[in-house]
């Protein structure tokens, strides 16, 4: 597993959002984990104290180990379109 601040550092410089190919997109750490990619230590013993141990660790479920993940900033849809304001002269569908 490749360690999520080494990994964000590394990927920390600009890039076109995949979908849209048109605005740059931003990492955001995981909300869940907080960045680091797992759960923290003591989490999984006090769900199982029989099974685990107090220093395990295993991947976070929300972003599955990866520490989080890119954000378009122009708030892009996962079929590349952007949403449109409603308020400026348009109406709303």
Known sequence: MTDAPQQRE???APR???RCSCCSEEWVDCCECGGEGTTLPGDLYEEDP???????????????GTGGGYVCLG??????MHAVAV????RAP
Request: glycine share 10%.
């Open 10 to 12: 590394a990927e920390s």
């Open 16 to 18: 076109l959002c995949v």
């Open 50 to 64: 029989c099974y685990y141990d107090p220093e395990d660790v295993e991947p976070c479920h929300m972003c599955r």
């Open 75 to 80: 708030r892009c849809d996962n079929n590349g």
């Open 87 to 90: 308020g400026e002269g348009e």
